[in-house]
């Protein structure tokens, strides 16, 4: 086996081992997704307390003691429990994910009671199974506030629907609680505490909750104060405070004007649910899998449950951690030998390369530019744009000066403006030396060569060209040609023919090929000669406007930054056009139409291809450095942005910025649209055999 098949086996064999450690993490996400820890907890006039535990229910005794596990779906209740509260007829009422009934359950043994299914309005009908909270007013009459349907619903004791709040008045609604006949809101995106008329649902009274601290803007969860607590003085309620992501917050007591009141916690929180015992406020942590507990003046109590219910949580909350860290593992050395995968395809492919061109006999003896070392391109490069450097350090020196700098008497002011005066002065002048020095490339043969590497490297380091060619054909000269609107094409001129290759940053096909006796026109264009705009794109180019016009009438017009090549281009093409051609090759046909696409060669389904999925057709015509190029960041996309995206928008579970909409919308299509044009300029053309990178 060559080391270029080595190379390649190696390379098969690590994106097979990345493949299957994308799996591994993959399974312990999932698993690691399983482990929710606790979530929903309600507290009986007891002392008792109910707290959901992954899918089951706990049942604690007044001291912490664990007394019972109930497994709801034994008994019909099907899911992960995602609220409780207990109901005015002493029963524990449950909801569901993703399931619009709300099941009532016996509050001694767990067991289910019987069902009710809220009758939602046809506007709120598809968020009846995603509503987030609900609260039982003595009569039984249930108010649901459904999150992203923007709204508070009211329901009698059997789920008929009576009245919802008007169009509005909340941009996504969390928490609520009954006050009497009044019930409390929130409005979780524009923060505010919201009073509704028991009845009506219209609202009496609006409380701001903009002020937050670190970042909590917006509100979660909520309940009304402790029983018995003194009319006089007592809070409107205790609410969730989250950071955006609505998982990281804290909790506060709000005050009737408006005042919030912060219960202590060490490090991260992530509140779940909170619910009063008596006196007693109980929190559920997400973070540290506990329920946190504070008395009625807000002061920490130690955590409930006792040492066993507290080891367990603990347990749940290290294997969550470990499958985490398995996760990320998974993900770094799927990565890891992605990567190195890639690097060996890549070395194997160039392996190949460069067999093929040694196959091919790559003979550059003839060509007028010359072939530069790294040592030399790097000395003239220094050469060529040291002043531009120098100039760019003088500009951005301003930003180096202390910040109590004051000289020559002048003020910190005034000396900002001399060293801004001074550097802006330097660096205009800098800049223009390094441009004039540029435009006079077409006088410095080692500037000019410069200029016109990357075309020599092409030339030097592709097969593109070499698998195209007639056993006597050389290369005399070669450039990039940049047209006005038409794209970046790669020029080969040889003693038979002028070549003209479409080109990207990486790959290169056969465009049309020219016999050099059809080219009646080559001419580096003065600037006499040029149009405005042609005076323009010159300006830009900074080297010089070549336009080659065809026997057919098709012309070919486009810059490029080595002046000195272009005019030897078309030197060479206004000198003896047919340099001893031979009959047969004087007998090839003149022009072979760009436009005409090689039967089968489907460049249109290529096209459409890296429209929907971007690197798909790249793949197709056998690019695959490319097709990565274009399809690992088109990935990355899809996976970071616009899955969690659409997730979102998909409910609505949360609000989304319509900024960040059309942020992500625009990247996603101009990502497709870019890489369906790299396809359709790339498509293989009639008669091309084996013509590629």
């Not at 008395?295 to 219910?309: E, Q, T």
């Not at 890639?342 to 006999?361: D, H, T």
Request: glycine content about 10%.
């Amino acid at each position: 086996m060559t080391r270029s098949g080595q190379f390649k086996f190696a390379a098969v064999l690590l994106l097979a081992l990345a493949i299957v450690a994308l799996a591994f993490a993959l399974l312990a996400g999932q698993e690691r997704g399983d482990i929710q820890g606790p979530s929903a907890v309600e507290a009986l006039p007891d002392g008792t307390v109910w707290l959901t535990v992954e899918d089951r229910l706990w049942r604690l005794d007044p001291q912490g003691r664990r007394q019972a596990v109930v497994t709801p779906r034994e008994h019909g209740v099907h899911g992960l429990i995602a609220n409780l509260v207990l109901h005015p007829n002493g029963q524990l009422v449950a909801s569901v994910r993703d399931d619009p009934d709300l099941y009532f359950l016996d509050a001694a043994t767990g067991a289910p009671r019987g069902r009710v299914r809220p009758v939602w309005p046809q506007d709120l009908a598809h968020h009846g199974d995603r509503a987030i909270t609900y609260a039982f007013h003595g009569d039984g009459r249930i108010a649901i506030s459904t999150g992203g349907g923007h709204a508070v619903a009211l329901f009698d004791a059997k789920g008929l629907f009576l009245a919802r709040t008007a169009p509005g008045l909340y941009e996504f609604s969390n928490g609520l609680w009954w006050r009497g006949d009044r019930l409390w809101t929130t409005d979780t995106n524009r923060p505010a505490l919201v009073e509704l008329d028991g009845g009506t649902l219209a609202q009496l009274a609006r409380v701001d909750l903009r002020r937050s601290e670190k970042g909590r803007r917006y509100l979660g969860m909520a309940t009304g104060p402790a029983a018995g607590a003194a009319a006089a003085d007592a809070p409107l309620g205790s609410v969730v405070r989250f950071a955006n992501g609505m998982i990281e917050g804290h909790v506060v007591q709000v005050l009737p004007d408006g005042e919030q009141r912060p219960y202590p916690a060490a490090g991260t929180m992530e509140p779940r649910d909170l619910k009063w015992r008596g006196s007693e406020l109980l929190v559920v942590d997400g973070a540290a899998y506990a329920v946190r507990r504070y008395a009625a003046d807000r002061k920490p109590l130690p955590d409930f449950g006792d040492g066993a219910v507290r080891r367990e949580l603990s347990a749940g909350l290290e294997r969550r951690a470990g499958l985490q860290r398995d996760y990320q593992l998974g993900l770094v050395a799927a990565v890891v030998l992605f990567a190195l995968g890639f690097v060996l395809a890549v070395l194997a492919q160039a392996g190949e390369k460069a067999q093929r061109l040694a196959a091919v006999g790559v003979d550059l003896s003839q060509l007028g530019t010359p072939v530069l070392t790294m040592q030399q391109r790097l000395a003239t490069a220094m050469e060529l744009f040291w002043p531009a450097l120098l100039g760019s350090v003088a500009m951005g020196s301003m930003v180096l000066l202390p910040r109590d700098a004051a000289w020559f008497g002048l003020g910190r002011m005034g000396t900002v403006l001399l060293v801004a005066a001074l550097g802006l002065g330097l660096g205009i002048g800098l800049l223009a030396y390094a441009s004039r020095k540029l435009r006079r490339a077409r006088l410095d043969a080692g500037i000019d060569a410069l200029l016109n590497q990357q075309a020599v490297s092409v030339l030097a380091s592709t097969d593109a060209f070499w698998s195209q060619r007639d056993p006597d054909e050389v290369p005399r000269e070669t450039l990039i040609l940049n047209q006005l609107g038409g794209g970046r094409h790669w020029l080969v001129l040889t003693n038979q023919r002028l070549l003209v290759f479409v080109a990207n940053l990486r790959d290169y096909r056969l465009k049309a090929e020219y016999p050099r006796r059809d080219v009646l026109v080559a001419a580096a264009l003065q600037p006499g000669q040029m149009t405005r705009g042609q005076r323009l794109q010159a300006w830009l180019a900074g080297g010089a406007l070549l336009r080659f016009e065809l026997r057919d009438g098709t012309v070919l017009q486009g810059s490029t930054p080595a002046a000195m090549t272009a005019d030897r281009v078309a030197a060479l093409l206004r000198r003896a056009p047919l340099e001893g051609l031979t009959s047969a090759q004087l007998r090839r046909a003149a022009l072979r139409p760009p436009g005409w696409v090689e039967p089968g060669a489907s460049g249109l389904q290529q096209a459409l291809a890296s429209l929907l999925v971007p690197g798909l057709g790249q793949w197709m015509q056998r690019r695959s450095g490319t097709a990565l190029m274009f399809f690992v960041p088109w990935l990355v996309l899809v996976v970071l942005t616009a899955v969690p995206l659409v997730w979102a928008l998909w409910g609505p579970r949360t609000a989304v910025a319509p900024e960040l909409v059309r942020y992500a919308a625009g990247t996603y299509a101009l990502m497709c649209v870019v890489a369906a044009l790299d396809a359709w300029r790339l498509r293989r053309r009639e008669g091309q055999v084996g013509a590629g990178p």
